[in-house]
């Protein structure tokens, strides 16, 4: 797939699949699913990944692996937010922050919230996703993660320009653009 030859990593992920079912080994099925469902997202096909995404993150929660039924949904929260599935994106979102919750990961929560951000703007309530983007970039700057850091502050650079505010949108996109650059 990081190739491109996503032929060859459906077709391989797919044989994967077989033999895994043939010996039951269910949460190796779960991450060949999310790996799958990786190289359809790639390729736009949010739905069959989408397809794949439910299934593993079924397989993960039945085996007691929540971490990797995060990483899952936050995908899944990706591929909605690609359909324009606004209120499934926030319903999803509030799951994985639940979850997080009681798991105790921050990191995932500051991800949701950011998808949650993207929803919501989606939707015009803009005083919500600049909520939601303040919370994920405080979460981020606890961690001290300045690649993620960066990107609220490029959707906060998205939600400026809609709301008309150009120049600071410009100001901000030119400073995460440099940052990104270093």
Same mark, same amino acid.
């Given at each position: /797939? ?7 990593? !459906? ?10 079912? %043939? ?5 190796? !099925? =779960? ?13 736009? /096909? +949010? ?16 085996? =007691?692996?929540?971490? $990797?039924? !995060?990483?899952? $949904? ?10 324009? /599935? +606004?209120?499934? &994106? ?5 799951? &994985? ?6 798991? #105790? %990961?921050?990191?995932? &929560? ?11 703007? #989606?939707?015009?309530? +803009? $005083?919500?996703?600049? #909520? ?11 961690? $001290? ?5 960066? %990107? ?14 150009? /120049? ?13 650059? %270093?």
């Amino acid at each position: /797939r990081n190739l491109g030859r996503f032929r060859a990593a !459906i077709a391989a992920n797919e044989h994967a699949l077989h033999l895994l079912e %043939r010996t039951n080994q269910k949460t190796e !099925i =779960g991450h060949v699913q999310q790996d799958l469902a990786a190289t359809y997202v790639m390729l736009g /096909r +949010f739905n069959e990944a989408l397809l794949l995404l439910d299934q593993a993150h079924d397989t993960f929660m039945a085996d =007691g692996r929540p971490l $990797d039924a !995060i990483e899952t $949904d936050l995908v899944t929260s990706y591929c909605l937010l690609q359909l324009r /599935r +606004f209120d499934d &994106v926030l319903e999803k979102c509030r799951g &994985v922050r639940m979850l997080c919750a009681e798991v #105790g %990961r921050q990191r995932e &929560v500051a991800e949701a919230l950011l998808n949650e951000a993207m929803a919501h703007s #989606g939707q015009q309530r +803009f $005083d919500l996703a600049l #909520g939601a983007l303040t919370d994920a970039r405080a979460i981020f700057q606890a961690e $001290d993660n300045l690649v993620w850091m960066n %990107r609220v502050d490029i959707e906060r650079a998205a939600l400026l320009q809609v709301q008309g505010q150009h /120049r600071e949108s410009l100001t901000l996109a030119l400073r995460c653009m440099a940052e990104f650059e %270093r």
